[in-house]
């Protein structure tokens, strides 16, 4: 890591730390605590440099940067000022925090990102903030924006199944035995601090927000029951919030909905921690074990095996296992990097195009290629150039071989893939578009969740006069407070 401060900007002139060139300064020796006190200077603390941080106006409360610097995209309810901002080629996701959750925050995501974790990937810290008149700016936590994610109100904003809340409640419980499983306690877990990303018929859930979070070498029981118990209230809080803005199925119940997360996450930390135990001579089981933690998409890195004193049973026990059992499989064949339902989607077709090209005896990593140049790439060309920041190519092409199934079945023959391509962009493509209203809606609705920002900010606004802090906030007066509390 390395901390930058930057004389680039002329409004950062007075940055006294800093050489003319902008050079980088030494990051601190190994061990040695990382200073949490607010700078004096603007200070940028990232793990790799882009120049083009050094234009915005960090002088500036993040609530009142420039329309021209934002991007419009659906934000998740939060108590801190969150603003999609575009940096040359990329778009970053800010939140405005003070300076010490920031980097405890920043710290925790990259140590998620080492262990292969489903996170937000953490790009800098920036502090030392003032505005023109010198008084002292909150830091901003910058996080690269998830593309293809959304928050959870929505995709309910959105044409859905009845079954959403059920799938993403799965995503949620594979999520959080992921974390679990690497000592991750999160201890503030809800929808609202999960973006979701679609895999094929299902979601994945990828943590947003680590404020509380801590890392340990180990969870007790404990400690997992409490962060599953807290989960279960969150989410039923928010559903019945969903429930209430006529945006979740009546038929849904909510309470039902929370308790399957409960009894997903334990069925699912059962099979991948339970010890099996048989006899010598049913050492097949081993494999068969490993094959239904493939299925569930997790890959057995090593079993612990242990016999009784007397050698008549045998106990084995996953040892390491990690999500991606079939996605790994697909980016060693294609190069293709999917979420593992869609990966699964995928190898299901290849083994399909092998079989149809009667290739059985051919080395499969050829056959991927040719596959690949036949197959893959011909069908995700053809999405429309509008869409193609709505929807992720290998979700497009599982959700075209569907439909092309469903008009085989109409007709009562194959259907070509270029006829069910067409049909599907017509028909159904539509659906990932947001409505502009509904967007404005969203938006609007997680800046009302922000309290930590009108008196700093808009002490200049009549219709804000006197502020309001969290002294003064009272949770039991405050409707929503289930739903942007956890944020």
Known sequence: MVYMDSSLDP????ATSVKASGALVDAPAKGEAVPSAEPKALTITAATSNPRMFTLPWYLPLAKWPEDLLVNLPRGISRHVVRFVRVGDSIMAMKEINIQVAEREYELLRSLEKLDLPAVKPVAVVSGRHDPQGDSLESILVTEQLKFSLPYRALFARNIREDTAERLIDALAVLMVRLHLQ??????????????LRDADSFTAVLVD?????????????????????????????????????????????????????????????????????????M?????RVNELNELGFYVDELAVNTDEDGAHIHVRPQVVD??????????????????????????????????????????????????????????????????????????????????????EAAGHDV????????????????????????????????????????????????????????????EDDPDAAVWAAG
Not at 234 to 253: F, K, R, T, W
Not at 362 to 385: K, S
């Open 183 to 196: 000592g991750f306690y999160w201890g503030d877990v809800s929808l609202s601090n999960v973006l979701f």
């Open 11 to 14: 409004r950062l002139r007075n």
């Open 416 to 475: 070509p893939m270029g006829a069910a391509v067409q049909s599907y962009i017509e028909e159904y493509l539509p659906d990932y578009k947001i409505d502009t209203q509904v967007m404005k809606a969203i938006v609007e609705e997680q800046d009302s969740g922000v309290v930590d920002d009108r008196e700093s900010y808009d002490a200049d606004d009549p219709a804000h006069a006197g502020g309001m802090d969290d002294r003064s906030y009272d949770p």
């Open 323 to 408: 999500a991606g059992y079939a996605s790994r499989k697909l980016l060693r064949l294609t190069g293709l990097d999917v979420q593992e339902n869609q990966a699964r989607r995928l190898l299901n077709d290849l083994d399909a195009y092998r079989a149809s090209t009667w290739r059985q005896d051919e080395p499969l990593e050829i056959v991927a290629t040719d596959w690949m140049r036949e197959v893959f790439e011909p069908t995700v060309r053809m999405i429309p150039p509008e869409y193609r920041n709505q929807i992720e190519p290998a979700q497009f092409f599982h959700e075209v071989l569907t439909h092309r199934w469903y008009l085989a």
């Open 210 to 282: 680590a404020e509380t979070g801590a890392l340990y070498a180990n969870l007790s029981d404990g400690q997992r029951e409490y962060d599953i118990d807290l989960a279960r209230t969150n989410i039923i809080g928010e559903l019945m919030d969903l429930q209430a803005g006529a945006l979740l199925p009546s038929e849904v119940d909510e309470v039902e909905v929370g308790n399957r997360l409960a009894d997903r996450y334990h069925s699912l930390w059962e099979a991948l921690t339970g010890t099996d135990t048989f006899t010598p001579d049913e």
């Open 284 to 288: 097949w089981k081993i494999e068969k």
